[in-house]
């Protein structure tokens, strides 16, 4: 019995689609977190993920109907381990924001002056002449966040959950790629 035999369909078909799911939850939360506040609570974890994501999931859905062997297998599964590894990373950068909402790695300047998209329509000169004058009197800590965005956590908290979810699809599509390197039949004899 060959290595596409003891690698079900299914389970391929099933990773892929949630894979695609939780990349497109994923990339969607970090759409709406930007969207609050594109400095403070973020370090666009969901996009520079998502890309690899991307490729994982449409690789996943490509060995369900296209390239049964163990060598596109192999491909997949080392795609996959960088997946959980990102979403390792992920998991990682969310709680660090779940628990400081106003942490900013943009640096003071850039940190003061870059807020929510909304804030940017309505008074952008306004915030830079702000950040401005904080600067030149040494007092940019305290303008740093000036609002904690707090309606940013449920939707860090949700990515966190999605995160979670990459990591465990990751983490069934390896036992299941090393059942079948080592010949353990799914119902087969």
């Known amino acids: 019995m060959g290595f596409s035999e003891r690698f079900p ?3 391929s078909a099933i990773i892929g689609l949630a894979q695609l799911a939780l990349t497109a939850a994923i990339v969607g939360l970090e759409v709406g977190s930007v969207y609050i506040d594109l400095a403070h609570g973020t370090i666009w974890v969901g996009f520079w ?20 062997g163990r ?19 992920m998991i990682y950068f969310d709680q660090i924001f779940i628990n400081d909402l106003c942490k900013c790695y943009l640096g003071d300047q850039l940190c003061c002056a870059v807020r929510g998209i909304e804030s940017y329509r309505a008074n952008f000169s306004a915030i830079f002449d702000e ?8 007092t940019i800590s305290s303008k740093i966040c000036p609002s904690i965005p ?13 995160a979670v979810g990459m990591l465990i ?3 069934i ?5 090393l059942f079948a390197c080592l010949g353990i039949c799914f119902g087969h004899d």
């Open 9 to 11: 369909r299914w389970t």
């Open 49 to 68: 993920a998502g890309v690899i994501f991307i490729k994982t999931l449409l690789l996943m859905l490509f060995i369900t109907c296209c390239c049964r």
């Open 71 to 89: 060598c596109c297998a192999t491909y997949v599964l080392i795609w996959t381990i960088l997946s959980g590894a990102l979403a390792c990373v």
């Open 131 to 138: 950040c401005g004058q904080a600067i030149t009197q040494g």
């Open 150 to 162: 707090y309606a940013k956590l449920k939707l860090i908290k949700a990515q966190l959950g999605c």
């Open 169 to 171: 699809t990751c983490a």
């Open 173 to 177: 599509y390896v036992v299941i790629y």
